[in-house]
């Protein structure tokens, strides 16, 4: 359960703060991915990147900004969020040309107040 | 665009028992994959096994196995001897074959996953 990992596992959060979830890859993956899992709908891709440019951005509001500096990591910035952004945020990785499975990190449960 | 629907929101078993998980998806590709990953109180998701579609041999991971009816569009998951550790929540998911970015398709695989089914496990 290293291969993936997340920080912090838990935040609170004001609508007015400005804070950054962390994904890790130990894995040599080449692509990542934020979803977000709230309580009784399927899981939704947020973005993804591959070789660490952003190939895909779902819809989703700019108060979420993604940042991927290099292939082991990706950061999800926060600011101004709504209570309805209150979900478990899950980062995941994989290697391109080999299944790509996806291996999850362990999520961060953020609460907006 | 895909769809992945899991029909039963909740199950339960009696440890060593068997139980069979239900999922069916809409799709117009021939080629694609499929996955059932688990995800424990613990929250970290975790795949079970993985089926791909052009392979008539439904895949088998020591106590999981799938049903897989390419046809009938449907992708169950059996667990046999059902465990304690067990519980947790299910989720199918399809893939649609990753293709280049020259031939129009994209770099990555995307995944489309249902709803998930709560499993849980009874001493």
């Known amino acids: 359960e290293t291969g993936v990992t997340q920080t912090p596992r838990h935040l609170v959060m004001g609508m007015t703060n400005k804070k950054s979830l962390k994904c890790e890859q130990h894995?040599?993956?080449?692509?990542m991915y934020w979803y977000k899992q709230s309580a009784k709908k399927p899981l939704e891709l947020m973005f993804v990147?591959?070789?660490?440019?952003?190939?895909e951005n779902n819809s989703v509001p700019s108060r979420f900004s993604p940042e991927c500096p290099n292939s082991s990591h990706l950061f999800l910035h926060l600011h101004t969020l709504q209570p309805e952004d209150s979900a478990l945020y899950l980062c995941?990785?994989?290697?391109?040309?080999?299944?790509?499975?996806?291996?999850f990190g362990p999520g961060t449960r953020l609460t907006v107040t | 665009a895909q769809t992945v629907t899991q029909s039963q929101p909740e199950m339960s078993v009696q440890e060593a028992e068997t139980v069979t998980l239900s999922c069916t998806y809409d799709?117009?590709?021939?080629?694609?994959?499929l996955f059932w990953y688990k995800q424990p109180p613990s929250r970290q998701m975790i795949l079970v096994i993985r089926?791909?579609?052009?392979?008539?041999q439904n895949a088998t991971e020591n106590r999981f196995s799938v049903n897989f009816q390419k046809a009938a569009k449907s992708f169950s998951l059996k667990i046999s001897d059902s465990q304690l550790g067990d519980t947790a929540m299910y989720f199918c998911?399809?893939?649609?074959?990753?293709?280049?970015?020259?031939?129009?398709?994209?770099?990555?695989?995307?995944?489309?996953f249902g709803q998930g089914t709560i499993l849980t496990v009874h001493p």
């Open positions: 990147y591959s070789l660490e440019e952003r190939v």
């Open positions: 089926q791909e579609a052009y392979k008539q």
């Open positions: 995941a990785s994989s290697l391109q040309g080999q299944g790509d499975e996806q291996y």
């Open positions: 998911a399809f893939m649609k074959p990753r293709g280049g970015l020259y031939a129009g398709g994209t770099s990555y695989g995307k995944l489309t």
């Open positions: 799709t117009s590709e021939n080629n694609y994959y």
């Open positions: 894995l040599g993956h080449n692509a």
